[in-house]
């Protein structure tokens, strides 16, 4: 069974930094480009970053660009997310996400919750 | 980058046939494959249709997908629609950039 399980959500001040991990299984991890999506509560979904499957590769969104660093494990079966420089409008629910062949979805994590507030 | 944007919100009877729009705003909509994501309140979203009209695994054939070149959009269509496919829906496709590009999603009422 495929499973992703995104841990280091939590509560922090604008101007702080956070971690993020993502702990792939049930796949062959160097497979598959890795991605984290997030969600504003009561808003829809907003691509925030991806790495190929060496993690020579990674992309961002505008909005995150030069604060936000991917990385990955392979051995380790893990995608990370560093968040710095955090601002209000950081504050959602972040998703780590398997990419599929031509670029979808196929397995989602069920989130962790990054509050970004004074 | 282009934008993909669909209904805010759509409803119908359970039953009957619904059809979601994601309009793509520059470029061709065949340009890159084009993916739609359920939803449910509280849960992570899941793949409905993928590369414009495939089903994964285990997705129900009332769940149907298609382009038009004409309207530049993406359809996602359900048939025989059941209150438990009332959800959020959303579609999703790549910039050449390789930065992925969601629409702003669609809140369907099966009432």
């Known amino acids: 069974e495929v499973q992703l399980v995104e841990s280091g959500g939590g509560l922090v001040k604008p101007g702080g930094s956070l971690r993020l991990s993502c702990v792939a299984s049930g796949f062959t991890f160097t497979s598959h480009s890795m991605h984290w999506v997030r969600q504003a509560p009561g808003k829809g979904l907003e691509w925030v970053s991806s790495a190929s499957i060496f993690g020579t590769y990674t992309y961002y969104a505008d909005s995150v660009k030069g604060r936000f660093t991917i990385s990955r494990d392979n051995a380790k079966n893990s995608v990370y997310l560093q968040m710095n420089g955090l601002r209000d409008e950081d504050t959602a629910v972040y998703f780590c996400?398997?990419?599929?062949?031509?670029?979808?979805?196929?397995?989602w994590g069920q989130g962790t919750l990054v509050n970004v507030s004074s | 980058n282009f934008m993909l944007t669909q209904p805010h919100s759509v409803s119908e009877s359970p039953g009957k046939t619904i059809t979601i729009s994601c309009t793509r705003s520059?470029?061709?909509?065949?340009?890159?494959?084009v993916h739609w994501y359920q939803q449910r309140p509280g849960s992570a979203p899941t793949a409905v249709i993928y590369?414009?009209?495939?089903?994964p695994s285990g997705v129900p054939d009332r769940f149907s997908g298609s382009i038009d070149t004409s309207s530049n959009s993406a359809s996602l269509t359900i048939s025989g629609l059941k209150t438990e496919d009332e959800a959020d829906y959303y579609c999703?496709?790549?910039?050449?950039?390789?930065?992925?590009?969601f629409g702003g999603g669609t809140k369907l009422t099966v009432l």
């Open positions: 520059s470029g061709s909509i065949a340009a890159n494959f």
């Open positions: 590369e414009h009209s495939k089903l």
């Open positions: 999703q496709s790549y910039a050449v950039t390789n930065t992925v590009i």
């Open positions: 996400a398997r990419a599929i062949g031509t670029g979808w979805f196929g397995s």
